[in-house]
């Protein structure tokens, strides 16, 4: 049950590391069946009222809602199982990723098949793995949702080495035409 | 907004705007003389640091592009210029890929530098209201054609994913008003000071 806890962190490392790219980003963490998160943007801001699309890995659409007012949104899929979820900005920003309420790993291999598991298991021992997992992901919730935020910002050094990097290249730039025109010697 | 992710855009798609983004940059930097470097770098690092802060708006976030103001003061070697700073948001900061830096350059460059060629015959210290308002509408339309050619091509590419037109137009339409009165306040103020810098008439009071 603490896979639960591991397919969340998975999810979230498949969202970190291929979403680099992306402007949009989408955050998303499994408590018990529910699927919580919010999309943010790289450089600040929340899309509000942007569309998610929640799709099943081979792509057939479970349910279409709004982000809230701070990007948020929560879902709570009909069946345990691996999901896809796709944020659209409107105007051609968007972002997804995988996320699995069963404890099945998110990413690829959409092979197999994962049986519906009740929600809500009858032995104590799965009760109380359940709870702690449910209360282990608040608890870090917060710290995933900070790693994510400073890995999108733009930070002041990464703007002032921007501007470093285009000095350097006219100075290389001028320094090579110098050289060719033979100014420089 | 004008950065478009990896992997999104089609194989034609992306062909034909990386050809017209190499295109534009060959012209630009077979243009680029000594004496231009140091206002082509300026222009850069404005660009880079313009188009890197953006604000949110409803669901979607805009930042200004300022491509119209980039091609008056430069013509081609604009696209030298967006390509440096497009290069450093997108290995800086994620901003947009790296395969599709070519389109993304020519969205950007391209509109600013067309529309620029176009009104500059119009422009000259000698009738500052009327070019910087001549600026200022070319640099609007030049954000809406970015707009335009962004939301083609991925609608082009992923019909899934194609923008929606009433999130673009209220997006866009803001943002063109912004860079019109940025483009126009600027070229007032390089008539007076700069006129050169904008390839107008530096003689005061010679017809256009």
């Known amino acids: ?185 | 907004m004008a950065h478009i992710p990896d992997g999104v855009l089609s194989l034609p798609v992306l062909a034909a705007g990386t050809l017209a983004g190499a295109g534009g940059l060959w012209l630009g930097v077979r243009q680029l003389g000594d004496r231009d470097i140091p206002r082509t770098a300026l222009l850069a690092a404005v660009f880079f640091i313009a188009s890197s802060l953006a604000f949110p708006l409803g669901p979607t976030s805009i930042h200004l592009l300022l491509g119209g103001l980039i091609g008056l003061m430069l013509g081609w070697k604009a696209f030298p210029a967006i390509l440096v700073g497009l290069l450093l948001q997108a290995l800086l900061f994620g901003f947009g890929g790296l395969t599709v830096l070519g389109v993304d350059l020519a969205n950007m460059a391209l509109p600013g530098v067309l529309l620029a060629m176009a009104v500059r015959p119009l422009i000259s210290a000698a009738h500052p209201l009327r070019s910087a308002i001549l600026t200022g509408l070319a640099a609007a339309l030049a954000v809406l054609i970015t707009a335009g050619l962004v939301g083609m091509e991925i609608a082009l590419s992923e019909p899934a994913f194609a923008p929606a037109v009433g999130v673009m137009a209220a997006a866009y339409l803001p943002l063109s008003i912004m860079e019109a009165l940025v483009t126009a306040f600027v070229t007032l103020y390089l008539l007076k000071v700069k006129p050169e810098m904008i390839g107008a008439s530096a003689m005061i009071g010679a017809n256009p």
């Open chain 1, 1 to 185: 049950m603490i896979r639960r806890l591991v397919t969340a962190l998975v999810a979230f490392a498949c969202l970190a590391l291929p979403a680099e790219a992306h402007r949009l980003k989408l955050f998303a963490q499994v408590t018990g069946d529910t699927i919580a998160g919010y999309g943010f943007y790289i450089g600040g801001g929340r899309p509000e009222g942007a569309d998610l699309v929640v799709t099943t890995p081979e792509g057939k659409e479970v349910s279409q809602l709004k982000t809230g007012e701070d990007g948020g949104f929560s879902f709570r899929p009909p069946t345990p199982g691996r999901y896809r979820l796709t944020l659209s900005g409107g105007d051609g920003h968007f972002a997804s990723i995988d996320i699995s309420t069963d404890g099945t790993p998110a990413a690829p291999s959409p092979t197999t098949v994962t049986p519906a598991a009740s929600a809500v298991p009858v032995d104590l021992d799965a009760r109380i793995a359940q709870a702690v997992d449910a209360a282990v992901a608040r608890q870090i919730r917060p710290l995933l949702k900070a790693y994510d935020a400073a890995d999108g910002r733009v930070r002041f050094n990464d703007l002032v080495g921007g501007l470093g990097w285009i000095i350097g290249l006219a100075g290389l730039w001028a320094w090579f035409r110098s050289r060719r025109s033979g100014h420089g010697s």
